[in-house]
């Protein structure tokens, strides 16, 4: 049910894939930038419509739209927090990234999904603490739904695809005995 690689989050074939977007919606750098560029402006349209809206999307919060040129059916974006030293609730706000682009997910018919480092980036959130928050958010969530049958956690670089691998060791270790 989870999978871990390493990879172009963009060439994954899953019904929706995620953006570790800015609050602004319409594009950035790393990865935000990377689906933006391979989705097209479909995307865009999309990202516009939401803020004339709703007006920004806040960090935790999600929103979703069409994937363009994409392989996935849908990208769901959503907005995750910059590390400032863990004083202001950037761990729950991390674990809320995960929540609702997982109940977004379901709420669209969605049996498969694709994950990035959320916040691992630019916005310097440590890639330990990181990888945990998105495996335990993330088996939390599959462990009261069934509606999804596949996760994909696609690592940029060898170090947060390692984290991610222990993470769901020891998650596995934990709740085997």
């Keep these: 049910m989870i999978e871990v690689i390493k990879g172009d989050i963009t060439t994954v074939e899953v019904d929706a894939i995620v953006n570790a977007a800015n609050t602004s919606l319409l594009g950035g750098g790393g990865v935000d930038g990377a689906i933006h560029r391979a989705g097209g402006k479909e995307i865009l349209e999309d ?8 007006g920004s999307c806040k960090t935790g919060e999600a ?11 849908f990208v769901i974006h959503t907005v995750g927090p ?14 809320d990234c995960y929540f609702n682009a997982l109940k977004l997910a379901v709420e669209n018919d969605c049996v498969s999904i694709a994950f ?13 603490m990181a990888a945990h928050i998105a495996v335990k958010t993330t088996v939390d969530f ?25 993470e769901l060791d020891l998650y596995n270790r934990s709740h085997s005995r």
């Excluded at 030293?85 to 729950?92: L, P, V, Y």
């Excluded at 599959?142 to 222990?166: N, P, R, S």
């Design 47 to 54: 990202c516009r419509k939401i803020i004339a809206r709703q």
């Design 63 to 73: 929103v979703i739209t069409t994937a363009g040129k994409l392989p996935a059916k």
């Design 82 to 95: 910059v590390w400032n030293g863990g004083n202001k609730n950037e761990s729950d706000k991390l674990a």
């Design 116 to 128: 990035p480092g959320i916040s691992t980036g630019i916005y310097r959130f440590p890639k330990t």
């Design 142 to 166: 599959l462990a009261g739904t069934d509606k999804i049958k596949q996760v994909l956690f696609v690592c940029f670089d060898d170090e947060y695809e390692m984290l991610i691998k222990t």
